[in-house]
């Protein structure tokens, strides 16, 4: 058998990526979209593995997002300086080729750490969209022990220049996704507004009724504006058009000034509050509005979800050896069943006999994780039915 010339080679590379082309096309799931690519990019250049890193819209920082083989779930979403190769060719969005990383100090050694793997050579190239970066493609090692070349770079930009596009095609899916949601949810509120004026206007009410129903249009109408705010929110930052302010924030007063916009909440249902902070007090690295939305959507489930002359306590603990602090919202209420727990940050989802209890759109605790993932944290929650709820997550103290 003889081998293929260069020119078959290269033709069935191409016939490769014609298929690969219509395949990510037809993937609107963004995650599985991701898989496909990192393989493809795998196959036509025969290498020991490739993966994608993106750009956070929010934050500017490059990350792992979908890496080929069995380390996959270890080092997706790790985060690499902007040092590193690849977030050279974010910055600078052009191909890199190095053969022999150990040599070149941009590389950024840790991702071998997590990966297992030792990375000999390199190729990194820009994905984009329009001129607009959104993210690196990479692969390392030819399996044949070759050195990477121009036709590794062809395949390479023509293959991420497709994958750019699916990506942004999924991303602007999930959002339509979220309207068509958000329209769903506004038609309920709507419909009794609805329902009730009309009957307010055809018939002849008695008054004590009459009261009943602007009572109950007053409280849709009021739950249609929360979820308006909430959606808008929500949109901005799913879209990406948000961009977090980070500085020193004093989080004893932010926390303050929230405690006296509750108190009358507060007091309405005999609830203590209270508050406890690091002394000397201390400043944390965050965007202070947002983090503002963060604690008052916790610490408005916190009350919400009460019992009568329960309690509610916000916690900063003193920054720990890596100079992070932790802050918590407690509270003494219902406690959310362990089979709903895993759900709670999902867009909408509410705890089924939530809605007798207390009104709400079930989006608060997606914007809160958003937020807080934004600030490099994780959001986490312990809760015990009849005893009660705690959030929490970290911040990095400011010096
Ligand atoms: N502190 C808590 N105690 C008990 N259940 C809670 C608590 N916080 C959240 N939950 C449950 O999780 C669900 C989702 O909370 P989330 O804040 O996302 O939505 P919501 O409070 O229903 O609506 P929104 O915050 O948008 O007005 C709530 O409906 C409730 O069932
Ligand atoms: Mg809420």
């Not at 302010?245 to 004893?252: E, F, S």
């Not at 007063?253 to 690091?278: G, K, Y």
Request: hydrophobic share 40%.
């Amino acid at each position: 058998m003889t081998s293929p010339t260069l020119a078959e080679r290269r033709l069935e590379t191409y016939r490769r990526l014609l298929t690969i082309s219509q395949t990510l096309t037809s993937t609107l799931d963004l995650l599985t979209l991701l898989e496909v690519i990192v393989n493809a990019a795998r196959d036509l250049t025969d290498t020991e593995a490739t993966s994608i890193l993106l750009l956070d819209q929010k934050t500017g920082q490059l990350y792992f997002e979908a890496v080929t083989g069995s380390k996959s779930e270890e080092i997706r979403r790790v985060v690499v300086p902007p040092t590193s190769l690849a977030g050279w060719v974010a910055r600078v969005g052009e191909v890199q080729i190095i053969n022999d990383v150990q040599k070149d100090d941009r590389f950024y050694a840790q991702s071998d750490e997590r990966t297992g793997f030792q990375t000999r050579s390199l190729i990194a190239v820009p994905m984009k969209v329009k001129e607009r970066i959104i993210g690196v493609l990479e692969a390392i090692n030819p399996v044949d022990g070759r050195t990477f070349d121009d036709d590794d770079v062809d395949v390479l930009t023509t293959l991420s220049a497709q994958a750019a596009i699916a990506i942004e095609n999924a991303r602007l899916f999930q959002q339509s996704d979220l309207i068509s949601e958000m329209v769903h949810e506004l038609r309920t509120p709507l419909t009794s507004i609805v329902a009730y004026s009309e009957l307010l206007l055809r018939q002849a009410v008695e008054p004590e009724m009459a009261q009943e129903f602007i009572e109950t249009i007053y409280q849709e109408a009021l739950n249609l504006s929360n979820m308006t705010n909430a959606f808008l929110e929500l949109s901005r930052l799913q879209s990406g058009r948000v961009r977090f302010q980070m500085a020193p924030v004093a989080i004893g007063e932010l926390i303050e000034e929230i405690a006296a916009l509750l108190r009358p909440q507060l007091d309405r249902l005999n609830l203590t509050f209270n508050v406890q902070l690091p002394d000397p007090p201390i400043r944390v690295i965050g965007d202070r509005e947002r983090l503002r939305q963060v604690i008052v959507n916790l610490a408005s489930n916190a009350i919400k979800y009460n019992r009568p002359n329960g309690s509610v306590l916000i916690k900063v603990t003193p920054p720990d050896a890596g100079q992070y602090v932790t802050l918590s919202v407690s509270d003494t209420g219902r406690g959310i069943p362990a089979k709903d727990l895993p759900h709670i940050f999902e867009k909408f989802y509410r705890v089924a006999d939530s809605e007798g209890y207390a009104q709400g759109t079930g989006l608060g605790l997606n914007i809160v994780r958003q937020i807080v993932e934004a600030h490099g944290s994780h959001v986490e929650v312990d809760s015990e039915v009849d005893r009660g709820t705690t959030f929490r997550f970290t911040l990095k103290a400011a010096r």
